[in-house]
């Protein structure tokens, strides 16, 4: 599943440079809130697709952000826009693919291939607005 701008991280390759989160004490850090929602919820994507009550998705980004406020910097969480015109087919073709990545994962499912329909169920995470809420 491709999430944001396709090629962006490999463009900025030259520029970027590891750092320890210590570096960035008294400064402040702006964090990708779905970002971190989506990789919070691959921990836990089989209860999702089950409808399973977690919040596994949520302690995960709790456990990051205290990670950033521990080493003294400031969090700024930063959640999307509303959907643009311009990212309608994008938007779709996401919405289908997760779609058929959820069906495939049930399918393999009722296989008894769990690993693998789990990695299906993670493909297949729509991040909802009561997540988010969370």
């Known amino acids: 599943i491709l999430m944001g701008i396709p090629g962006l991280?490999?463009?900025?390759?030259?520029?970027?440079?590891?750092?320890?989160?210590?570096?960035?004490?008294?400064?402040?850090?702006?964090i990708d809130a779905y970002c971190w929602l989506h990789k919070g919820a691959y921990s836990c994507a089989?209860?999702?697709?089950k409808g399973i009550p977690t919040k596994k998705?949520?302690?995960?980004?709790?456990?990051?952000?205290?990670?950033?406020?521990?080493?003294?910097?400031?969090?700024?969480?930063?959640?999307?826009?509303?959907?643009?015109?311009?990212?309608?087919?994008?938007?779709k073709g996401r919405s289908e693919n997760r779609e058929h990545s959820r069906i495939e994962g049930d399918a393999l499912w009722k296989e008894g291939k769990t690993r693998l329909a789990v990695r299906?169920?993670?493909e297949g995470i729509s991040i909802s607005g009561r997540m988010v809420y969370e």
């Open 9 to 30: 991280l490999q463009v900025l390759k030259s520029i970027q440079q590891k750092k320890h989160l210590r570096e960035y004490k008294g400064q402040k850090v702006a």
């Open 46 to 49: 089989l209860e999702l697709a």
């Open 57 to 91: 998705y949520v302690e995960f980004c709790n456990k990051r952000l205290n990670m950033i406020i521990s080493a003294g910097a400031v969090p700024i969480i930063v959640f999307d826009g509303g959907r643009l015109p311009m990212k309608r087919e994008v938007e």
């Open 120 to 122: 299906k169920y993670a």
